[in-house]
């Protein structure tokens, strides 16, 4: 049983997308924000241990160097989800090519997620 009103149109995908970006917004901005902290805190710590000969100082600089690569990799892959949201858009709106793009998400999301799984 549906709870909209039956004075409420239903959403168009564009709406639904931008609301779907809006909500990695958050996601967004942290990796990000995550990235250049430890690209930074890991290059200035690096350079204070070279600087005064300490190796600790360097070695703990280098380990946050290198947890900035996989928060890159996480921050690229929302831009990447939302890019894809986006393209997404243009199939779904036209009435013609919706019915053909569900099907090949549905293909996609059950190959990908369901294990083989049908329904």
Same mark, same amino acid.
């Given at each position: 049983?549906?709870?909209?009103?039956?004075?409420?149109?239903?959403?168009?995908?564009g %709406?639904?997308? #931008?609301?779907?970006?809006? %909500?990695n $917004?958050?996601? #967004?901005?942290?990796?990000?924000?995550?990235?250049?902290?430890?690209?930074?805190?890991?290059?200035?710590?690096?350079?204070?241990?070279?600087?005064?000969?300490?190796?600790w100082?360097?070695?703990?600089?280098?380990?946050?160097?290198?947890?900035?690569?996989?928060?890159?990799?996480?921050?690229l892959?929302?831009?990447?989800?939302n890019?894809?949201l986006r393209?997404? %858009?243009a199939?779904?709106? #036209?009435? $013609? %090519?919706? $019915?053909?793009?569900?099907?090949?998400?549905?293909?996609?999301?059950?190959?990908?997620?369901a294990?083989? $799984?049908?329904?």
């Amino acid at each position: 049983m549906s709870t909209a009103s039956p004075s409420e149109r239903p959403r168009t995908p564009g %709406e639904v997308i #931008d609301l779907a970006i809006a %909500e990695n $917004k958050r996601w #967004d901005w942290l990796c990000f924000g995550l990235v250049i902290a430890f690209a930074t805190v890991g290059l200035v710590a690096i350079g204070y241990g070279a600087a005064t000969n300490q190796q600790w100082t360097t070695i703990g600089g280098s380990v946050a160097s290198v947890i900035f690569w996989p928060t890159l990799y996480y921050a690229l892959g929302v831009w990447r989800s939302n890019t894809a949201l986006r393209v997404l %858009e243009a199939s779904l709106s #036209d009435p $013609k %090519e919706a $019915k053909e793009t569900f099907a090949a998400l549905r293909a996609v999301y059950l190959a990908r997620h369901a294990k083989g $799984k049908t329904q």
